[in-house]
């Protein structure tokens, strides 16, 4: 990835420019020390003056009025008003015709900055004076946040407008807006800091400063990344609107870096320092304010994407290349429009331009299928195998690759332009989107019809949620969820719950990334210093003491300090290193061919595979595996093979069953499902089984409860409660058996003969002949 610079032949200002904005992504605006306001028209190169500003005024910046927070039903065409700051203590509000609405006296001294919220219902101004104001969008005075003795040279708002951080000295300070709020404050540089930006999408915080650094910082004040040290101190940083990269301008130097801190690209442009940076609205286009009266315009151009033997890349602004890496053999795919966001997967490629969608397969590049996008400010692009989903402004929409609209999930108080790959997750047949307003809450969907799943109740965890992921394969009533939460603690849980309460297991600590498997269910993740890889996570549903050896790590020190997971396609996982070169390292393919065999039925074969390799987490993915289907004689040639000697007596046990719904019944409480197993046996009528599955538990109100409701071994109840006392040498002390046991008789003859009844009533189904073979010696 680079970028594709161009200025002027020669400066449009006579002065330093000191601020740029874009309105639309074809129309851009620029003040400078001249007193002039310009109008850049990049569609047909034309510059023309908006504005002459009064001779005491020096602007200091700009910044236009949030789209986002235009009135509903406005055409989103370009923000209408922006406001300006300069060095004689006043903003003024310009409409986008010239027209100056309001000039307010703000501070004594210059204004040095002045942003408007994301809402757009306040516009906060940082002064040489060291205060920092809040202003009502008419330019009101609603409050003075602080007071401080040293200028304040840069400000961002928060993402949920209600935060403000502004710089002192060398040091960051994050002041929320309610009163007696505590600051938050931390040094952050060695040197003066003169600029920051503070992302709503990824809510990662940048600054830059005298000592020539620039450096990222989680909202806790966590350093992320520190660059190295530049020739010239650092006067401009600027995050794309997506959060996925951000600017960075000093003198006579314009870098492009990727959000965790690596370069991309490094231009030397002769245009003096850049004091101010600005992203056109889908993030593709860069504007620089010159200290030489130039304006700096860029196009990021080189985005690279690769998915198995294609690799695509963004040549120019309208024109990708595709390349084959098995043949080389290339196409050349043009565009009308300037590309926005592409890509790569599940054969097929998907790029979204500034007024249509095309959408490419692998096997023909020569006809797409193209569609009209509503608006053209795609901001990110998620696929599955079946459909490809598309997020804009206004909304989340799924598609299929024929380009046909199959659903547009919505909740109420959606915000459709900050979600980003981490907060939104897609499947075959499922949606997942954690809300913004509470992070603690998912919300998922059916990828068909676009209603919520389940009950419709969302997901709520206990703890705020980074990052989700849904495994791609399997059916739907299995489908599983995974979260990363504000502890780095990492959870699964499944989609579809009815009823019952839901289980969120936790599967690891201290987790940075995870990704599913492309193929199969295989979950990897990465950890402090390790790659974690669990081949069948579905496993802590089936048994836990199986989790830890279907586990398999593997240390990452080879791949350099602290590198990020970002794929994982078949048996390969895709890392990037510190630096931002790719690469891949690969795990044994052996779980990937076990999971296709599963998923065919093909238990023979299954077994026959982990007798060839002969290792012990394949034999516990198979054991799980063949649980979790029910699939007894697999599960018990797996279990002995792994000498879990206990579980192969209970298997072997299970088989004797002669009823189906009781063998069900007695897996599902292998699987440490106690709830699921008598529901299967009160469904299938036998009580019975129901009462002593209790009994066996030690589940003694629950035993008699179903006893007494269905009238039947009361007796039976109380008598193994008398033995199990007995045992213990007590006395009765629970009232409802107290009460029941003075008018039964506890006879073990009559009991006892109760019994065998039930259990040749079990034999004497017509099920009978369906009964598991006791052995499994038939698989040799």
């Known amino acids: 990835m680079r970028l594709k610079t161009s200025l002027q032949k020669e400066p449009k200002h006579s002065e330093l420019v000191s601020c740029v904005g874009w309105t639309t992504p074809d129309e851009v605006y620029s003040c400078a020390d001249d007193h002039l306001i310009l109008k850049w028209n990049l569609t047909n190169n034309e510059t023309s003056t908006l504005l002459e500003l009064p001779k005491e005024c020096y602007p200091t910046s700009m910044h236009w009025f949030p789209k986002s927070a235009q009135a509903a039903g406005a055409k989103k ?30 501070h004594k001294g210059a204004v040095l900055c002045g942003r408007w919220s994301y809402d757009g219902t306040a516009l906060v101004t940082g002064g040489e004076d060291g205060q920092i104001k809040i202003w009502s969008r008419s330019g009101m005075l609603r409050s003075t946040l602080t007071q401080n003795s040293i200028p304040v040279y840069s400000v961002a708002w928060g993402p949920d407008s209600d935060q403000i951080l502004f710089t002192n000295g060398r040091q960051l300070v994050i002041k929320p807006l309610q009163a007696n709020a505590k600051p938050q404050l931390w040094k952050a540089h060695e040197g003066i800091i003169l600029c920051v930006d503070w992302n709503a999408v990824n809510n990662l915080i940048l600054s830059g400063a005298e000592d020539k650094r620039y450096k990222v910082w989680d909202t806790y004040g966590r350093q992320l990344y520190c660059s190295s040290s530049h020739e010239y101190p650092i006067t401009s940083v600027s995050w794309t609107p997506d959060g996925e ?51 700096i315009f860029a196009n990021v151009i080189e985005i690279r994407l690769e998915w198995k033997n294609f690799e695509a890349t963004l040549t120019a602004s309208k024109q990708i290349n595709v390349r084959n890496v098995m043949n080389d053999a290339t196409e050349k795919l043009d565009f009308r429009d300037r590309v926005i966001k592409l890509s790569l997967g599940h ?182 210093g390790k790659i974690l890889v669990w081949y069948y996570p579905n496993a802590i549903y089936v048994d836990k003491d199986l989790l830890p050896k279907t586990l398999y790590e593997k240390d990452s020190s080879p791949f350099g300090k602290a590198p990020q997971l970002v794929g994982f396609l078949g048996s390969h996982l895709i890392l990037r290193r510190s630096e931002g070169s790719l690469i891949s390292t690969s795990i044994t393919p052996y779980p990937s061919v076990l999971h296709s065999y599963v998923m065919n039925n093909k238990w023979d074969d299954a ?19 063949a649980t979790y289907a029910k699939d007894l004689n697999t599960a018990e040639i797996a279990y002995a093979s792994i000498h879990e000697a206990d579980k192969v007596q209970f298997i072997i046990n299970i088989k004797d069953i002669p009823v189906k719904e009781a063998r069900n019944a007695e897996m599902a409480l292998l699987c440490g499902n106690h709830q699921d197993a008598e529901a299967i046996l009160l469904q299938a009528g036998l009580i019975f089984r129901a009462i002593m599955l209790n009994v066996q538990l030690y589940n003694w109100d629950r035993a008699l409860e179903l006893a007494v409701k269905n009238k039947t071994h009361v007796d039976t109840v109380l008598g193994y409660r008398q033995k199990f006392l007995a045992r213990f040498d007590k006395s009765e002390t629970n009232k409802r058996f107290l009460q029941y046991k003075e008018g039964i008789e506890i006879d073990w003859d009559k009991i006892n003969t109760k019994i065998e009844i039930e259990y040749q009533k079990e034999r004497e189904k017509p099920t009978t002949g369906t009964a598991v073979a006791r052995s499994a010696t038939t698989r040799s």
């Not at 419709?456 to 939460?485: A, F, N, W, Y």
């Open 245 to 295: 990269m951000f600017a960075i301008g000093s003198f006579n130097t314009l870098r492009l870096c990727d959000r965790s801190g690596w370069s991309y690209a490094l231009e030397k442009p002769n245009t003096g320092s850049i004091f101010n940076i600005a992203w056109s609205s889908d993030g593709t286009q860069i504007a620089g304010a010159c200290g030489n009266g130039q304006v």
């Open 607 to 625: 077994v026959r595979l982990c007798r060839f390799v002969k290792e012990d987490n394949l034999w516990a993915c198979l054991a799980a595996m």
């Open 77 to 106: 065409t370009g923000s209408d008003v922006f406001a300006l700051t300069s060095t004689d203590g006043k903003f003024i509000l310009i409409s986008r015709t010239g027209r100056v609405e309001k000039s307010v006296e703000a």
């Open 347 to 528: 054969g097929h490629l998907v790029v979204a331009t500034s007024s249509q969608c095309y959408i490419y397969n692998t096997k023909n590049w020569n006809t797409p299928m193209i569609f009209d996008l509503k608006e053209g400010s795609v901001t990110l692009i998620k696929q599955a195998e079946k459909h490809f989903l598309l997020v804009d402004g206004s909304g989340v929409y799924v598609y299929s690759y024929d380009g046909r609209l199959v659903c547009s999930p919505r909740f109420q108080g959606m915000k459709a332009e900050i979600f980003n790959h981490q907060t939104i997750a897609l499947c075959n047949d499922t949606v997942a989107i954690r809300d913004k307003t509470d992070e603690k809450v998912i919300y998922v969907f059916d990828a068909q019809t676009g209603k919520a799943m389940a009950d419709g109740k969302p997901i709520s965890h206990k703890v705020e949620v980074m990052d989700i992921g849904l495994d791609q394969c399997g059916v739907t009533s299995e489908r599983r969820i995974s979260l990363v939460d504000k502890n780095r603690d990492l959870f699964i849980t499944s989609v579809r719950v009815f009823g019952a309460e839901r289980k969120i297991i936790k599967l690891a600590t201290m987790i940075q990334a995870h990704v599913w498997n492309d193929e199969s269910n295989m979950l990897a993740a990465m950890t402090d």
